[in-house]
Protein backbone atom coordinates (compact mmCIF):
# COMPACT_ATOMS: atom_id res chain seq x y z
CA UNK A 1 0.00 0.00 0.00
CA UNK A 2 1.65 3.36 -1.03
CA UNK A 3 2.06 6.16 1.71
CA UNK A 4 -0.35 9.17 1.09
CA UNK A 5 1.43 12.51 2.04
CA UNK A 6 -0.91 15.73 2.62
CA UNK A 7 1.29 19.02 2.58
CA UNK A 8 -1.72 21.74 2.99
CA UNK A 9 -4.17 21.91 5.22
CA UNK A 10 -6.92 23.48 2.74
CA UNK A 11 -9.69 21.23 1.58
CA UNK A 12 -11.61 21.38 -1.48
CA UNK A 13 -15.17 20.58 -2.56
CA UNK A 14 -14.75 19.55 -6.33
CA UNK A 15 -18.58 20.29 -7.99
CA UNK A 16 -16.68 21.82 -10.64
CA UNK A 17 -14.10 18.78 -11.47
CA UNK A 18 -17.06 16.94 -11.16
CA UNK A 19 -18.93 18.78 -14.39
CA UNK A 20 -15.25 18.32 -16.16
CA UNK A 21 -13.69 21.34 -15.40
CA UNK A 22 -10.02 21.05 -14.07
CA UNK A 23 -8.15 24.59 -15.08
CA UNK A 24 -7.53 25.75 -11.48
CA UNK A 25 -7.98 22.62 -9.56
CA UNK A 26 -6.27 22.18 -6.07
CA UNK A 27 -5.80 18.57 -6.80
CA UNK A 28 -3.15 18.46 -3.58
CA UNK A 29 -6.45 18.72 -1.14
CA UNK A 30 -8.15 16.45 1.07
CA UNK A 31 -11.20 16.36 -1.92
CA UNK A 32 -14.82 16.37 -0.25
CA UNK A 33 -17.73 15.11 -1.39
CA UNK A 34 -21.29 16.18 0.04
CA UNK A 35 -24.61 15.64 -0.68
CA UNK A 36 -25.09 18.36 -3.36
CA UNK A 37 -21.84 16.48 -5.46
CA UNK A 38 -22.97 13.26 -4.54
CA UNK A 39 -26.82 14.14 -5.89
CA UNK A 40 -25.70 15.22 -8.88
CA UNK A 41 -23.43 12.23 -9.63
CA UNK A 42 -26.13 9.51 -9.38
CA UNK A 43 -28.22 11.34 -11.37
CA UNK A 44 -25.85 10.53 -14.50
CA UNK A 45 -26.51 7.60 -16.28
CA UNK A 46 -23.81 4.75 -15.01
CA UNK A 47 -21.21 5.32 -18.47
CA UNK A 48 -20.72 8.81 -17.69
CA UNK A 49 -20.59 8.26 -13.91
CA UNK A 50 -17.46 5.62 -14.54
CA UNK A 51 -15.96 8.63 -17.25
CA UNK A 52 -16.39 11.30 -14.00
CA UNK A 53 -14.93 8.82 -11.62
CA UNK A 54 -11.88 7.85 -13.79
CA UNK A 55 -10.60 11.88 -13.85
CA UNK A 56 -11.59 13.18 -10.96
CA UNK A 57 -9.59 10.01 -9.30
CA UNK A 58 -6.76 9.97 -11.35
CA UNK A 59 -6.07 13.48 -11.50
CA UNK A 60 -3.62 13.09 -8.51
CA UNK A 61 -5.63 13.51 -5.55
CA UNK A 62 -4.36 12.56 -2.09
CA UNK A 63 -7.65 10.82 -0.82
CA UNK A 64 -11.46 11.66 -1.57
CA UNK A 65 -14.08 11.71 1.48
CA UNK A 66 -17.83 11.47 1.57
CA UNK A 67 -19.74 12.86 4.15
CA UNK A 68 -23.60 13.03 5.04
CA UNK A 69 -24.18 9.24 4.90
CA UNK A 70 -23.53 9.21 1.13
CA UNK A 71 -21.45 6.38 0.11
CA UNK A 72 -19.40 5.64 -3.06
CA UNK A 73 -20.28 3.37 -5.59
CA UNK A 74 -18.56 -0.17 -6.32
CA UNK A 75 -17.54 0.83 -9.44
CA UNK A 76 -16.01 4.41 -8.05
CA UNK A 77 -14.16 2.20 -5.42
CA UNK A 78 -12.54 -0.37 -7.79
CA UNK A 79 -11.41 2.85 -9.51
CA UNK A 80 -9.76 4.06 -6.34
CA UNK A 81 -7.76 0.93 -5.54
CA UNK A 82 -6.81 1.03 -9.14
CA UNK A 83 -5.26 4.40 -8.90
CA UNK A 84 -4.03 4.06 -4.71
CA UNK A 85 -6.78 6.89 -3.85
CA UNK A 86 -8.08 6.52 -0.43
CA UNK A 87 -12.20 6.58 0.07
CA UNK A 88 -13.74 7.16 3.03
CA UNK A 89 -16.93 8.26 4.61
CA UNK A 90 -17.94 9.53 7.30
CA UNK A 91 -21.72 10.00 8.97
CA UNK A 92 -20.29 13.85 9.61
CA UNK A 93 -22.18 16.32 7.97
CA UNK A 94 -20.46 18.24 5.29
CA UNK A 95 -20.27 21.80 6.88
CA UNK A 96 -18.88 20.18 10.26
CA UNK A 97 -16.77 17.73 9.21
CA UNK A 98 -15.03 20.77 6.98
CA UNK A 99 -14.66 22.78 9.94
CA UNK A 100 -12.84 19.65 12.22
CA UNK A 101 -10.33 18.76 9.22
CA UNK A 102 -9.29 21.77 8.86
CA UNK A 103 -8.97 22.56 12.07
CA UNK A 104 -7.55 19.61 12.69
CA UNK A 105 -4.85 20.01 9.60
CA UNK A 106 -3.95 23.27 10.45
CA UNK A 107 -2.48 22.32 13.66
CA UNK A 108 -1.22 18.93 12.23
CA UNK A 109 0.78 20.53 9.46
CA UNK A 110 1.93 23.74 11.35
CA UNK A 111 5.25 24.58 10.81
CA UNK A 112 6.85 23.50 14.27
CA UNK A 113 9.54 23.45 16.50
CA UNK A 114 10.88 21.97 19.98
CA UNK A 115 12.23 24.07 22.71
CA UNK A 116 13.56 23.36 26.40
CA UNK A 117 11.02 24.35 28.76
CA UNK A 118 7.71 23.60 30.54
CA UNK A 119 4.28 24.54 29.80
CA UNK A 120 1.19 24.79 32.04
CA UNK A 121 -2.52 25.41 31.78
CA UNK A 122 -3.08 28.63 34.40
CA UNK A 123 -6.12 29.23 35.01
CA UNK A 124 -6.98 28.81 31.24
CA UNK A 125 -3.67 30.83 30.34
CA UNK A 126 -1.10 28.80 28.34
CA UNK A 127 1.80 29.14 30.58
CA UNK A 128 5.40 28.94 28.50
CA UNK A 129 8.21 28.74 31.78
CA UNK A 130 11.60 28.49 30.18
CA UNK A 131 15.39 28.84 31.70
CA UNK A 132 18.33 27.44 32.63
CA UNK A 133 18.48 23.40 33.27
CA UNK A 134 18.38 23.08 37.00
CA UNK A 135 16.75 26.94 37.87
CA UNK A 136 13.26 25.42 39.23
CA UNK A 137 11.28 24.88 36.08
CA UNK A 138 9.63 21.35 36.69
CA UNK A 139 9.30 21.89 40.68
CA UNK A 140 7.44 25.08 39.91
CA UNK A 141 5.29 23.53 37.12
CA UNK A 142 4.57 20.61 40.10
CA UNK A 143 3.24 23.53 42.66
CA UNK A 144 0.87 24.34 40.12
CA UNK A 145 -0.47 20.70 39.40
CA UNK A 146 -0.75 20.72 43.47
CA UNK A 147 -2.63 23.98 43.09
CA UNK A 148 -5.42 22.42 40.76
CA UNK A 149 -3.70 23.50 37.55
CA UNK A 150 -2.99 21.33 34.48
CA UNK A 151 1.05 20.41 33.12
CA UNK A 152 1.29 20.29 29.36
CA UNK A 153 4.45 19.49 28.84
CA UNK A 154 8.20 18.94 31.05
CA UNK A 155 11.44 19.41 29.36
CA UNK A 156 10.47 19.08 25.75
CA UNK A 157 7.65 21.65 24.37
CA UNK A 158 6.59 20.69 20.40
CA UNK A 159 5.08 24.68 19.41
CA UNK A 160 3.19 24.81 16.50
CA UNK A 161 2.33 27.57 14.14
CA UNK A 162 -1.21 27.41 13.52
CA UNK A 163 -2.28 31.07 12.52
CA UNK A 164 -0.33 34.29 12.56
CA UNK A 165 -1.75 35.14 15.91
CA UNK A 166 -1.85 31.58 17.87
CA UNK A 167 1.06 29.17 18.66
CA UNK A 168 -0.15 26.09 20.41
CA UNK A 169 2.36 23.80 23.09
CA UNK A 170 2.30 20.03 22.98
CA UNK A 171 4.38 17.20 24.86
CA UNK A 172 6.64 14.59 22.93
CA UNK A 173 4.69 11.44 22.71
CA UNK A 174 7.75 9.86 24.60
CA UNK A 175 7.23 11.92 27.70
CA UNK A 176 3.43 13.40 27.87
CA UNK A 177 2.43 13.52 31.19
CA UNK A 178 5.70 12.74 32.99
CA UNK A 179 7.54 15.60 34.77
CA UNK A 180 11.38 15.16 35.81
CA UNK A 181 12.39 16.07 39.41
CA UNK A 182 15.94 16.27 40.28
CA UNK A 183 17.08 14.09 43.45
CA UNK A 184 13.44 11.82 42.81
CA UNK A 185 13.21 10.99 39.83
CA UNK A 186 10.69 10.61 36.97
CA UNK A 187 7.06 10.88 38.23
CA UNK A 188 3.60 10.62 36.70
CA UNK A 189 1.08 12.99 36.67
CA UNK A 190 -1.49 11.46 35.08
CA UNK A 191 -1.17 8.79 37.41
CA UNK A 192 -0.46 10.49 40.79
CA UNK A 193 -2.84 13.76 40.19
CA UNK A 194 -5.74 12.14 38.07
CA UNK A 195 -6.78 13.43 34.53
CA UNK A 196 -7.72 16.28 35.76
CA UNK A 197 -4.45 18.02 35.96
CA UNK A 198 -2.90 17.08 32.81
CA UNK A 199 -3.55 18.45 28.73
CA UNK A 200 -2.60 17.24 26.02
CA UNK A 201 -2.56 21.06 24.02
CA UNK A 202 -2.66 24.61 24.95
CA UNK A 203 -2.11 27.62 23.30
CA UNK A 204 1.15 29.54 24.44
CA UNK A 205 -0.43 33.26 25.90
CA UNK A 206 2.40 34.06 28.34
CA UNK A 207 6.54 33.12 28.78
CA UNK A 208 8.09 33.37 32.04
CA UNK A 209 11.84 33.53 31.86
CA UNK A 210 13.38 32.22 35.16
CA UNK A 211 16.92 33.34 35.70
CA UNK A 212 19.34 33.76 38.79
CA UNK A 213 19.08 36.76 40.79
CA UNK A 214 21.48 39.70 39.68
CA UNK A 215 21.85 42.46 42.06
CA UNK A 216 23.27 44.54 39.71
CA UNK A 217 20.68 44.29 37.13
CA UNK A 218 17.56 46.28 36.98
CA UNK A 219 14.44 44.22 36.59
CA UNK A 220 10.61 46.08 35.60
CA UNK A 221 9.37 46.80 38.48
CA UNK A 222 6.06 48.51 36.80
CA UNK A 223 5.19 46.84 34.15
CA UNK A 224 4.08 49.49 31.69
CA UNK A 225 5.58 48.20 28.98
CA UNK A 226 5.27 44.61 27.97
CA UNK A 227 8.27 42.49 26.83
CA UNK A 228 8.06 40.04 24.35
CA UNK A 229 9.43 36.43 22.99
CA UNK A 230 9.61 35.46 19.28
CA UNK A 231 8.42 31.95 18.28
CA UNK A 232 8.27 31.28 14.06
CA UNK A 233 7.21 34.90 14.04
CA UNK A 234 4.71 35.33 16.35
CA UNK A 235 5.01 37.12 19.03
CA UNK A 236 4.58 36.27 22.94
CA UNK A 237 4.79 38.47 26.39
CA UNK A 238 7.09 37.65 28.51
CA UNK A 239 8.30 38.25 31.89
CA UNK A 240 11.43 37.57 33.39
CA UNK A 241 11.25 36.40 36.86
CA UNK A 242 14.28 36.41 39.33
CA UNK A 243 15.31 33.78 41.61
CA UNK A 244 15.54 34.25 44.96
CA UNK A 245 15.44 31.74 48.34
CA UNK A 246 11.71 32.32 49.54
CA UNK A 247 9.90 33.07 46.10
CA UNK A 248 7.10 31.08 45.93
CA UNK A 249 7.10 30.43 42.19
CA UNK A 250 3.72 28.69 41.95
CA UNK A 251 1.94 32.05 43.21
CA UNK A 252 4.08 34.18 41.06
CA UNK A 253 3.20 32.25 37.97
CA UNK A 254 -0.75 32.16 39.21
CA UNK A 255 -0.42 35.76 39.87
CA UNK A 256 1.50 36.72 36.00
CA UNK A 257 -1.17 34.53 34.50
CA UNK A 258 -4.25 36.46 36.24
CA UNK A 259 -2.67 39.39 35.26
CA UNK A 260 -2.34 38.88 31.45
CA UNK A 261 -5.76 37.77 31.57
CA UNK A 262 -6.73 40.88 33.21
CA UNK A 263 -4.92 42.93 30.46
CA UNK A 264 -6.29 41.04 27.49
CA UNK A 265 -9.91 41.75 28.94
CA UNK A 266 -8.82 45.82 29.22
CA UNK A 267 -7.80 46.27 32.65
CA UNK A 268 -4.10 47.69 33.00
CA UNK A 269 -2.86 47.82 37.27
CA UNK A 270 0.50 49.69 36.32
CA UNK A 271 -1.13 52.25 33.48
CA UNK A 272 -4.22 52.68 36.71
CA UNK A 273 -1.58 53.54 39.13
CA UNK A 274 -0.01 55.74 36.69
CA UNK A 275 -3.12 57.70 36.21
CA UNK A 276 -3.95 57.81 40.11
CA UNK A 277 -0.45 59.12 40.28
CA UNK A 278 -0.85 61.72 38.02
CA UNK A 279 -4.24 62.88 39.08
CA UNK A 280 -2.41 63.52 42.31
CA UNK A 281 0.13 65.60 41.24
CA UNK A 282 -2.12 67.82 39.18
CA UNK A 283 -4.40 68.43 42.33
CA UNK A 284 -1.32 68.88 44.27
CA UNK A 285 -0.14 71.72 41.77
CA UNK A 286 -3.68 73.23 41.87
CA UNK A 287 -3.77 73.26 45.61
CA UNK A 288 -6.41 70.79 45.80
CA UNK A 289 -4.48 68.43 48.06
Not at 48 to 70: A, D, K, M, Q
Not at 162 to 170: E, F, I
Not at 216 to 238: I, K, P, S
Not at 254 to 261: C, D, K, P
Request: glycine residues 8%; contains cysteine; negative net charge.
Amino acid sequence: MSTVMLTTPDINRPALQLTGYYEHFVRERVQIIGYVEYSYIMQLDEEERNRIYERFISSGIPCVIFTTLTEPSEQMLEISRRHGVPTLVTERTTSGFMAEIIRWLGVELAPSISIHGVLVDVYGEGVLIMGESGIGKSEAALELVRRGHRLVSDDVVIIRKVSDVTLVGSAPDMTRHFIELRGIGIIDVKTLYGVEHVKDTQAIDLVIKLEDWNRDREYDRMGLEDEYMEFLGNRVVAHSIPIRPGRNLAVIVETAAVNHRQKKMGYNAAQELKRRVQENMIMKREGKV
